[in-house]
């Protein structure tokens, strides 16, 4: 009986032992797993990308997974304005932006004296007119008001779709990119320019039919939930379209690897085939 005992005893000691030795080897295990997890995460570059929230945003999101892939960790501020963001890159609490077109990123550098580059475009985002009252341009009256934004930067643009339309003339020899409304030559309709609201708020003032035209940018028009092909009575042509939105950064960071990373990915055929489904046009991808 004494045997038997010391028998069992002996077996239940091992299997202890063994169940002890197991958990041992396991917790080594994790530890050895969250370890490497820990080197991965370290390894990675941390990319500080400020953007507003349509489309730039939802872009870098899908593009977060792909850099992920190249080791590059994207970290994704959104603002809500176009002037933080240029602040926030001059002050190094970003390494890019991804918000603005050409002409007012030039501007920009301009007025502020910021010292920065184009590290690369990515998309057309088609400047849209919409009206609540005329579902046609050719039914806009004599006097009708036309609301858009107080950024000069898009009055060029905006005059030069009206211009298309056959509403206005801008005068011989001015650049129509930076025509102002002082540029207009003829205005047979005596349309009235407003270019006193901020760009964000154009939306509403649509919604709320406070003008017989109103300009919307299409990042702002998508963030309101209005469709810029649908919606608008007109809109910019994409094709030859100088207003691009790029990556910007500081002067020569454009070089660094994980700059030149991020605008590979942003042009790559999967982010283009993303842009083109999701916004059906309203905005579109570019390769240089």
Not at 31 to 51: C, H, I, P, R
Not at 58 to 82: H, M, N, R, S, V
């Amino acid at each position: 009986m004494k045997k038997w005992f010391s028998l069992l005893f002996t077996l239940a000691l091992v299997l202890v032992l063994a169940a002890c030795g197991g958990g041992n080897a396991s917790q080594e295990e994790n530890k050895d797993t969250a370890t490497n997890e820990t080197k991965t995460t370290e390894s990675a570059k941390q990319l500080v990308v400020g953007a507003t929230n349509v489309p730039h945003a939802e872009i870098l999101e899908e593009a977060k997974p792909l850099l992920e892939e190249k080791g590059i960790d994207l970290q994704i501020e959104t603002f809500q304005d176009y002037v933080l963001p240029n602040q926030a890159l001059e002050s190094k609490d970003l390494d890019a932006n991804f918000f603005q077109h050409v002409e007012y990123f030039e501007g920009q550098m301009k007025d502020n004296g910021y010292d920065f580059a184009n590290a690369g475009g990515i998309h057309i985002e088609p400047i849209g007119i919409y009206s609540k009252r005329y579902k046609t341009l050719e039914k806009v009256p004599n006097n009708a008001k036309v609301i858009l934004s107080n950024s000069v930067a898009d009055h060029g643009r905006v005059l030069a779709l009206l211009e298309k339309e056959g509403l206005i003339t801008i005068k011989d020899g001015v650049d129509k990119a930076k025509a102002t409304i002082e540029d207009i030559a003829k205005n047979p309709k005596n349309l009235e320019f407003d270019p006193n609201y901020e760009a964000k708020l154009l939306p509403e003032i649509y919604d709320n039919d406070e003008g017989d035209l109103v300009i919307i940018n299409s990042n702002y028009a998508m963030e309101a939930g209005i469709n810029p092909m649908d919606d608008s009575i007109a809109i910019e042509d994409a094709e030859n379209n100088p207003y691009v939105n790029i990556i910007a950064v500081r002067s020569g960071d454009e070089n660094k690897e994980e700059i030149k990373t991020l605008v590979e990915v942003l042009r790559s055929k999967e982010i283009q085939d993303f842009i083109l489904e999701k916004y059906k046009g309203a905005v579109v991808p570019v390769t240089e």
